[in-house]
Every structure is written in structure tokens, then in C-alpha cells.
Nanobody, 128 residues
Framework: QVQLVESGGGLVQTGGSLRLSCAAS????????MGWFRQAPGKEREFVAS????????YYADSAKGRFTISRDNAKNTVYLQMNSLKPEDTAVYYC?????????????????????WGQGTQVTVSS
């Protein structure tokens, strides 16, 4: 199985940028579809972005399109989420997740139940 550790969160002003990292150990990220989710206080955990394990196809939530970019560095065994033009509504704990299923669709990769492994999360706070 794979272990995931997120980092890179912090406090940033509206319009600023952050790059989140998800370092994997145990197995390589190339074996998994990888996703980023977030959870704000009192809200459900929601999909942000995902990248497929072989073809590298990317999917984004509407809230992330045009502002966030997911990428994967197999040599470093790390997945990234570059977040630009941050807004106060982006404030949440951000989680990295790995999906071991071979099959995927644009729907399955947006559903948290599809993912088998999760990191502990990193806090992102955007001040207005």
C-alpha cells in the first residue's frame, strides 16, 4: 500500500498562490490515479482535481478550473497542486488521495469513495 503526506499549506492573501505537495512512500504514484480533495469546516469533503495513473488525464472541479493545476513527478514520487488566484472560499483542509482501481471515468475520479488511501491533510487559509 501507499502512504501519503501532504505539505505546502499555509496562510495567503486573496489573489496569492500556493503549491501543495503530496509525497508518497511504499509504492510509486504511477501505480495510482491521484486526486486532491478539500474540506471546509462544517462541509462535506469535495473533489478538487485528479490525474490518471497512465495517461495523465486531468480532471478539475468547476471551482478549480483555470486556477489550479495538478501534476505528478514520478521520479520524486510526488503529486502537486498548484493553486493560483486564491479566494477566501478556497480555505479548507486539502487532502491527497490514491485510487488503486484500474478502471476509471471522469465520474469515478471525482468521488471520494473511489479512493483507497488518504493523507492527513494540510490547512490552506486565504485571507480577504
Amino acid at each position: 500500500q501507499v502512504q501519503l503526506v501532504e505539505s505546502g499549506g499555509g496562510l495567503v492573501q486573496t489573489g496569492g498562490s500556493l503549491r501543495l505537495s503530496c509525497a508518497a512512500s511504499g509504492r510509486t504514484v504511477s501505480n495510482y490515479h491521484m486526486g486532491w480533495f478539500r474540506q471546509a469546516p462544517g462541509k462535506e469533503r469535495e473533489f478538487v482535481a485528479s490525474i490518471t495513473r497512465s495517461s495523465g488525464v486531468r480532471y478539475y472541479a468547476d471551482s478549480a478550473k483555470g486556477r489550479f493545476t495538478i501534476s505528478r513527478d514520478n521520479a520524486k514520487n510526488t503529486v502537486y497542486l498548484q493553486m493560483n488566484s486564491l479566494k477566501p472560499e478556497d480555505t479548507a483542509v486539502y487532502y491527497c488521495a490514491a485510487d488503486s482501481n484500474t478502471y476509471y471515468s471522469s465520474m469515478t475520479l471525482t468521488v471520494k469513495e473511489s479512493y483507497d488511501y488518504w493523507g492527513q491533510g494540510t490547512q490552506v487559509t486565504v485571507s480577504s
